[in-house]
């Protein structure tokens, strides 16, 4: 899966501050410290190497040991402050209060109580370092899954028991299966429970608001290791391969969306190979960004996605003739 900026940026502010503490680290194992390969952390690095405060002159920007790195190691020798505690305004410290209640309130009861300790103890100093400002903020998360749902995840994580669940894909098929709760995860915009699967002997990760049901079993659920990146979305090796060019400005597309691929093109563009199960899903990603698309491969789903996009200005225009 491509690296999204967000992720890369916070991989890089934790790099430095890993190798502020270790001096000097080869790049094998800076590499698994974050999960990623020995490429990665050089060209991380050499993108930090010309990064600094402005000014942008040699000595206001991160610097390495070039004899070490030529060896292989990562040696920091300059981090322009970025080591330096954060100090939060007022609007920082209530969106980080506003975050930790909705955490707190939607996930509170899938934590155990070391976690659950760690949250309120963060959420405690914050609240009382914002003051009366903390005072003015109410959050609800709001949440698409069942709560009969998201109460069984949360009793099974807690109590470590087995979990049976009847869910639906994105092709829309419903299965039912018994699963051994791991933890829950979430990104920008869903939350996944991560699981090992006894259907398949493998982990999954299952979106919440697509399990339609779940119960609580008897059974504890077994301890399982699972390979690293686990709690990751990645799209499985089924449905369509499908590569969009896009243009420049819907670079953010690549940031979002899972893509097996990117591919920068010489005259600014670029193409993202996507695993598609549902067309529709396509379709609405490609008429959102209409105006960008240079070419979609193969031709039957660019032609699949012209009909849909032709049907909807057809819809326009009836909707002006009626008006």
Not at 171 to 188: A, C, H, Q, Y
Request: glycine share 6%; charged share 25%.
């Amino acid at each position: 899966m491509a690296d999204r900026a967000s992720d890369r940026l916070l991989r890089m502010l934790g790099m430095i501050a890993y190798l502020d503490r270790h001096d000097g680290v080869p790049v094998a194992e800076v590499a698994e410290h974050f999960g990623v390969t020995p490429a990665q952390v050089m060209a991380d690095v050499e993108l930090l190497w010309m990064t600094g405060t402005p000014g942008y002159l040699p000595y206001d920007l991160i610097d390495f040991d070039a004899t070490s790195y030529e060896r292989g190691v990562v040696r920091l020798t300059e981090s322009r402050g970025m080591t330096r505690p954060l100090r939060l305004g007022a609007r920082e410290a209530v969106a980080l209060v506003a975050a930790l209640r909705a955490l707190d309130g939607a996930l509170g009861g899938a934590l155990d109580d070391e976690q659950g300790a760690v949250l309120r103890s963060a959420l405690a100093k914050l609240t009382a370092a914002a003051g009366d400002a903390a005072g003015a903020v109410d959050v609800t998360l709001a949440a698409s899954a069942d709560p009969q749902v998201t109460a069984a995840i949360a009793t099974a994580l807690r109590e470590k028991r087995r979990l049976h669940i009847r869910y639906v894909n994105a092709s829309d098929i419903s299965t039912e299966r018994d699963v051994d709760p791991i933890r829950l995860v979430t990104d920008d915009e869903r939350s996944y429970l991560l699981a090992w699967c006894r259907a398949v002997d493998g982990e999954r990760l299952f979106r919440v608001d697509r399990v339609l049901e779940a119960h609580v079993l008897a059974e504890a659920a077994d301890p399982h290791e699972v390979a690293a990146g686990a709690d990751t979305f990645e799209p499985g090796p089924y449905g369509d391969l499908v590569t969009l060019r896009l243009a420049s400005r819907a670079r953010w597309v690549a940031e979002v969306t899972p893509v097996e691929a990117v591919r920068n093109l010489d005259d600014g563009s670029f193409e993202i190979d996507v695993r598609v199960v549902n067309p529709d899903w396509l379709r609405h990603l490609v008429l959102q960004v209409a105006t960008s698309v240079v070419a979609v491969t193969p031709a039957r789903v660019a032609t699949d996605v012209a009909a849909a996009a032709r049907a909807a200005l057809a819809a326009y225009d009836t909707l002006e003739q009626v008006g």
